[in-house]
């Protein structure tokens, strides 16, 4: 009898501990989640986008987006804050408009849509390859699997699971200076430097300031190429 008594003793007094300790458990959790929010707020935010408009340089292929009123499907007529309490906007585009993301499924029938991009993979360590210094000279240069070793030796190895962007400064002629922008060739990856980040150092996500991969006009399985590289190792 003693040793039952003993055994329920126990139990409630674990199950006590439990309850109790359940509050800390959470509350240290939420302290976690709150220390970050501090230290993220604290930083300077720098917004990477673009606004968009039926002027924003686009491939020929796609054509400019047209935007318009959004209207009553009914009547025709426009949405309006006087008539109706409230105005909307109508936008037609294809999704590789302005600052997108360009999926598996872009390039693979089988691939990944942006809706099946874990959410994790949304937030990601970043690593930027410089390349503004170089373009004084090569005003067109193509990153190398050399410059990545440059790179990390001064910085260290590239993180597996990051994000690698490539800063060609191109942006600043995005408003000022289109047929700038939209020049054949100009800087951006290397074949070689793609697969090398993918296949060698883990990477899961690239980036450029270009409207695409492709360095030249006649090179057109450029693109194709390096796509299917990452989607190849797209996890």
């Known amino acids: 009898m003693d040793s039952k008594r003993a055994r329920l003793d126990i139990s409630i007094l674990l199950s006590v501990a439990f309850i109790l300790g359940a509050p800390a ?16 707020a604290s930083k ?8 968009f408009s039926p002027l924003t340089p686009v491939w020929k292929g796609f054509g400019p987006a047209t935007f318009s009123a959004a209207a009553d499907p009914a009547t025709g007529r426009p949405y309006t804050i006087d008539h109706d309490g409230f105005r909307a906007q109508f936008f037609a585009m294809v999704g590789q408009y302005g600052t997108h993301i360009d999926p598996p499924a872009h390039f ?13 993979q949304m937030i990601l360590r970043l690593v930027v ?7 004084k000279s090569d005003p067109n240069h193509l990153l190398t699997v050399e410059d990545i070793e440059v790179w990390e030796q001064m910085h260290g190895r590239v993180p597996a699971g990051s994000f690698a962007a490539l800063r060609t400064d191109m942006y600043k002629d995005w408003d000022s200076n289109r047929a ?8 951006a990856w290397s074949p070689a430097a793609i697969r090398f980040l993918y296949e060698q150092r883990g990477i899961v996500a690239n980036g450029q300031t270009s409207r695409w991969i492709r360095t030249r006009p006649q ?5 194709a190429g390096c796509s299917s590289m990452v989607i190849g190792k797209s996890r």
């Open 25 to 40: 458990i959470v509350s240290a959790q939420a302290r976690s989640l709150a220390d970050a929010y501090q230290i993220i």
């Open 129 to 135: 390859f410089d390349l503004t210094p170089m373009l």
């Open 44 to 51: 300077q935010f720098v917004d990477l986008t673009h606004s």
């Open 219 to 223: 090179t057109s399985s450029l693109r």
């Open 180 to 187: 700038r922008f939209e020049r054949y060739p100009f800087p």
């Open 108 to 120: 693979d029938s089988a691939g990944a849509t942006v809706d099946e991009i874990p959410v994790k």
